[in-house]
């Protein structure tokens, strides 16, 4: 009798109030009905999703302990919706919590069952305060602030983050979403769910710095996301789901049958991917 197939695991935790901060939070107009969205959309990729709405670092920590402990198939995905300072997103009573703690919390050591398949994480948090005209400017230099990346250096292996901007920038959100999550959204109930990983990250960072813009305050403001990873093995992973004729000849034409986020064969090799 064969075992049943275990299901795609996802997390999403989004602090929206703020209480007892030492420092002044906002409320995060819109990034609730955001996430009410995504969970809607991982669900119908037949993902086993969870959604936590302003959790304390504690609370984070042990949902993350408890989800390496969990049975999981052949990918896990989380998106995190918070303030944020450069390595690091606030908890709901304003407290700091370094994102390395939370990715080593699936390493292979910790959690084994997510040993070599992809953990794919999606930071919607601000990385400092500097806010992008979109136009260019003459600097010094065009090195990033230092240390920039160093937090991420030790990240598991076969995991992958993508932020909403770059280091040192503001990351906008208004009433009706993030530039960036409301991105990530369009392309995961469209064609582009079929792209192999690495491209839908590309295809993301290309869709906000160049369609997308800050809207009231800082209206006409741009962002730039980014992401870092260290997947370097090639991962199968079977899905039901099936993308259009005209969209799969394309596909395999384009990306000579690598990983897409909706697989059709049942034995292939792919990169990492979603679904």
Request: charged letters at 25%; proline letters at 7%; hydrophobic letters at 35%.
């Amino acid at each position: 009798r064969s075992r049943p197939t275990r299901k795609n695991r996802a997390v999403i935790i989004v602090n929206y109030e703020f209480h007892g901060s030492p420092e002044p939070l906002k409320l995060r107009k819109g990034a609730k009905r955001e996430a009410d969205k995504l969970f809607k959309a991982l669900s119908k990729l037949n993902y086993a999703v969870k959604l936590h709405y302003d959790q304390e670092a504690q609370e984070i920590e042990e949902i993350y302990r408890q989800e390496s402990r969990e049975e999981h198939g052949d990918c896990f995905v989380s998106i995190l919706s918070s303030h944020g300072e450069e390595g690091a997103i606030y908890d709901c009573r304003g407290e700091l919590l370094k994102l390395t703690r939370i990715f080593q919390m699936l390493s292979p050591q910790r959690c084994p069952v997510l040993a070599g398949k992809p953990k794919i994480f999606f930071i919607q948090a601000c990385r400092g305060n500097v806010t992008d005209p979109g136009v260019w400017v003459e600097t010094d230099s065009g090195r990033p602030p230092a240390d920039s990346f160093s937090h991420y250096l030790s990240i598991p292996d076969s995991t992958a983050v993508m932020f909403a901007c770059s280091p040192g920038y503001s990351a906008f959100l208004n009433p009706l979403g993030s530039m960036f999550l409301q991105t990530l959204l369009e392309f995961l109930e469209g064609d582009e769910r079929h792209l192999e990983l690495a491209r839908l990250m590309t295809r993301i960072s290309w869709k906000v710095a160049f369609h997308r813009e800050a809207k009231g305050k800082y209206q006409g403001e741009k962002e730039m996301p980014c992401f870092v990873t260290n997947m370097v093995r090639w991962h199968f992973h079977p899905s039901t789901q099936h993308p259009p004729s005209d969209v799969q000849e394309g596909l395999n034409a384009q990306f000579s049958r690598k990983a897409t986020l909706v697989h059709t064969s049942p034995f292939r090799v792919h990169t990492p991917s979603l679904v």
